[in-house]
T-cell receptor
Framework: TQLLEQSPQFLSIQEGENLTVYCNSS?????LQWYRQEPGEGPVLLVT?????EVKKLKRLTFQFGDARKDSSLHITAAQPGDTGLYLC??????????FGAGTRLFVKA | GAGVSQSPRYKVAKRGQDVALRCDPI?????LFWYQQALGQGPEFLTY????????KSGLPSDRFFAERPEGSVSTLKIQRTQQEDSAVYLC?????????????FGDGTRLSIL
């Protein structure tokens, strides 16, 4: 069983549509990070959420940390082809490890 | 360059051969991580260095995997007697200091294919 469950695994939508992807766990975390990874590149950090219920916005991307700090969501408004990529959530588990979810692969068609 | 640099970008080896993957960190970054990313999966932690000290190697899948960072800068991940299941993208990430709230900066990875 994965520590972080991401859903959906794959999403294909038309340009202009809205979407939400999820990162769920039964564990409580002090913080959670979202990354985007494009083909042939390493992940790039988008945001870190720290406080339960926290909402952060990055242009058309809205990130929310659950009240109980067990889950998070990423909402994209009016998706564009440039949003295509693998969206990963990640947490520190104490010590030095970062644990990643398996990711949601998003494809936005023009 | 300003980012994390990994070489080679692609490596093809025959089963049983040894391989060495290199990571050049951002200058001055204290923390260095190695990850393995299988096709369609997220990165999986392999090992962590703070300067030259390897503080966590719990993610290394077998004793065929060995990592070093002798001068606290460049790091090498070595895989001995490669197996087909070692085929994956190997990512290196560095972080300015020890603080877990600092961002990790990833290289573009080495894609390893074992024939």
């Amino acid at each position: 069983t994965q520590l972080l469950e991401q859903s959906p695994q794959f999403l294909s939508i038309q340009e202009g549509e809205n979407l939400t992807v999820y990162c769920n766990s039964s564990s409580v975390f002090s913080s959670l990070q979202w990354y985007r990874q494009e083909p042939g590149e390493g992940p790039v950090l988008l945001v870190t959420v720290v406080t339960g219920g926290e909402v952060k916005k990055l242009k058309r991307l809205t990130f929310q940390f659950g009240d109980a700090r067990k889950d998070s969501s990423l909402h994209i408004t009016a998706a564009q082809p440039g949003d295509t990529g693998l969206y990963l959530c990640a947490v520190y588990t104490g010590g030095f490890k970062t644990i990643f979810g398996a990711g949601t692969r998003l494809f936005v068609k023009a | 360059g300003a980012g994390v640099s990994q070489s080679p970008r692609y490596k093809v080896a025959k089963r049983g051969q040894d391989v060495a993957l290199r990571c050049d960190p951002i200058s001055g970054h204290v923390s260095l991580f190695w990850y393995q990313q299988a096709l369609g999966q997220g990165p999986e932690f392999l090992t962590y260095f703070q300067n030259e000290a390897q503080l966590d190697k719990s993610g290394l899948p077998s004793d065929r995997f060995f990592a070093e960072r002798p001068e606290g800068s460049v790091s090498t991940l070595k895989i001995q007697r490669t197996q087909q299941e070692d085929s994956a993208v190997y990512l290196c990430a560095t972080r300015r200091d020890r603080g877990s709230n600092q961002p990790q900066h990833f290289g573009d990875g080495t894609r390893l294919s074992i024939l």
